[in-house]
Structure formats: C-alpha cells, structure tokens
C-alpha cells in the first residue's frame, strides 16, 4: 500500500503557550495517547481532551525517551545526569497513580534512546561507549549483555562512534541504526557474532538530519536542516522519496520541528516550536 500525506489536511491538536517548555521527546502509545517529554522543567506531560496535564512533575534528571506499558499505563523513563564527573544514566518505573518512580536500572554513560520489547527487557544506546546494552527483566534488570557494540568498518573505525537512534524489530530480531556523523543506517542482526553490521543505505543528506522516526513497516522518515519537507526511506528497495512537502499555510521549517511520529492508524504528527 502506497501512503501519502498532505499538509493541507493538517489539524492543530494542542497549542503549548510556555516558551520555556522544550520537547525531548513526542511519544505516542498503542492507544494512541500522546507524551511529551519536557527536557527543561523535568516533567512528563500527557495530552488528553482536557488539554496538556501533568503527570510526573518530580525526581527526574534531564528526561530523555520514555515507554508506556499500553497494558497497565506504567510508564518507564529514561534520564541523564550530564552534571556529574562521568555522565550517568538511569531508568526509572512509575506505576500508575504512583507518587514516586522506583529506580530499576543505573548505567555508566551518555544516552538519548531507549527501546522497551514486549517481555518489558530494556535496550539502552550509550553514546560514548559504541553500544547498545540489553537490561533484562527476568532478572529485575540486575544483569545487562552487550547486544552490539564495538564493531569495526573496513577501515577499522568503530562502527557505531557517536551511537544515537536506534529501533528495534522484534519479530526478524533486527536493529536498525541511524549514524548521523557516519551519515549512513546500519542494519545489525541480533546474535551476530561478527560484530559488525551491513550499511543498507549510505547518503550525504543523513549528515544534517534533525530527527528521524519508523513506522510500522521499519521504513525510516527523517527531515533534515536543508529539507523543505519530510523524507521516507523504504527499508527492502532503499530507495528515498519525499512525502511531505510544507506549504504556504503552514509556518514550518525543519528546525521548528522537535518530534514527529506515527500513530497506529499511519497518522504523521509533528510538534513544532
């Protein structure tokens, strides 16, 4: 099925009036409610047909990503302590209704992404070590593995240097890597004892992406500082076309842009500043 998407159709769901609210992170949950992450104030936020609410306003650092467990509105949190002597990354569980988050993983490093899979084990990237460390739940995340790090190209640089987005496929056990200083996407197969990864697309205009996002399918969306629109890269042909173009009527340029994601039903939704 060929999906297209027009700007013309656009609604404006929520406007934010705090010019110091700062988004890290648009998160839409499989009931299709939304999540924002307010970097700057240290909240999560949640938008309901009441408007913008606050739901977690206390004991976060530097909030990052976030995962919604759709089956009892848990909700667990990925943030950073950049202030200390060696960056620090921790999750916590808030439960629902909870007044305070319980602490399940502490990890040594820098990280902006984290993946929940179905049996609730975490996959975190730590950016300045080259790797993505799998924290498991079965043993109440007291034991990590390192699922992909360290990995060398021909040349014998690190693959994965300044490891950022990652996405996981659960069902073909596959992790799809956006290297944005390398300017290429790397496709890693889980249990590759190899260490390495193959590059499935490799384009200059990956350098200056802004944000990037999957649907369903894992084809990859992105938009970068130059674009006047937004791009879709089809993961089994790896060819690129452009599926959204800003017009006139809307006032957006890709730097105003910080979030964008799909819903369950293919919708595009973008947070805009």
């Not at 995962?67 to 060696?86: A, G, H, Q, R």
């Not at 809307?250 to 939704?269: M, R, V």
Request: proline share 0%; net charge neutral; hydrophobic share 35%.
């Amino acid at each position: 099925m060929n999906i297209t998407w027009q700007t013309n159709n656009a609604i404006v769901i929520v406007n934010f009036t705090n010019k110091y609210f700062s988004v890290e992170e648009l998160y839409i949950d499989k009931k299709n409610n939304f999540f924002f992450i307010d970097k700057y104030n240290n909240k999560i936020q949640k938008y309901s047909s009441w408007g913008i609410i606050n739901i977690i306003s206390q004991g976060l650092m530097e909030p990052k990503s976030i995962y919604v467990d759709s089956s009892t509105d848990d909700i667990y949190i990925l943030d950073m302590n950049s202030n200390s002597m060696e960056n620090i990354y921790r999750v916590q569980l808030w439960q629902q209704n909870s007044a305070n988050g319980i602490v399940l993983i502490n990890g040594t490093g820098k990280s902006n992404s984290m993946i929940v899979d179905q049996n609730l084990n975490i996959y975190i990237s730590e950016y300045d070590n080259n790797r993505i460390k799998k924290w498991l739940k079965h043993t109440n995340y007291t034991i990590s593995i390192t699922v992909i790090g360290n990995g060398w190209d021909y040349y014998g640089n690190y693959l994965l240097s300044n490891l950022d987005k990652f996405y996981l496929d659960e069902k073909n056990e596959i992790i799809y890597i956006v290297n944005f200083k390398k300017s290429h996407i790397i496709k890693w197969r889980l249990g590759n004892e190899k260490r390495t990864g193959e590059i499935i697309y490799s384009n200059q205009i990956l350098s200056s992406v802004l944000g990037v996002t999957f649907d369903c399918n894992m084809n990859i969306y992105f938009f970068n500082s130059s674009s006047d629109g937004i791009y879709q890269i089809n993961i089994l042909t790896n060819q690129i076309r452009k599926i959204v173009t800003w017009t006139a009527n809307y006032n957006i340029q890709s730097k105003s842009i910080q979030g964008f994601k799909f819903d369950s039903f293919g919708n595009l939704y973008l947070h805009i500043m």
